[in-house]
Nanobody
């Protein structure tokens, strides 16, 4: 069992930046970030694989968001720059135990509690 603890959400103006953190209690194959806006499905944002060090991004955040890892702390970060009102959502950290379709939420075995990000116009 892996526990994920998120932090770093908040309120920011459009064009601003936020950094989300997710501390994991154990090492898994991949870690990802998803988001869910009110009344919408949960969408893939970004992911990182520990083994290959590969990163993956949704087209909507490519060039604005960066996923990174602190191996010593078993923590994954999501640096979000040039934020837009449409980025407003609850952001979830997730961890997957083995190789699989990391852009799909069904792949992940463990989920954080979620953190609210609100971008005002």
């Amino acid at each position: 069992q892996v526990q994920l603890v998120e932090s770093g959400g908040g309120l920011v103006q459009a064009g601003g930046s936020l950094r989300l953190s997710c501390a994991a209690s154990g090492r898994t194959y991949a870690m990802g970030w998803f988001r869910q806006a009110p009344g919408k499905a949960r969408d893939f944002v970004a992911a990182f694989t520990w083994g290959g060090g590969n990163t993956y991004y949704a087209d909507s955040v490519k060039g604005r968001f960066t996923i990174s890892i602190d191996s010593a702390k078993n923590t994954v970060y999501l640096q979000m720059n040039s934020l837009k009102p449409e980025d407003t959502a609850v952001y979830y950290c997730a961890a997957g135990s083995k190789y699989g379709p990391i852009r799909r939420d069904a792949y992940y075995d463990y989920w954080g509690q979620g953190t609210q990000v609100t971008v005002s116009s």
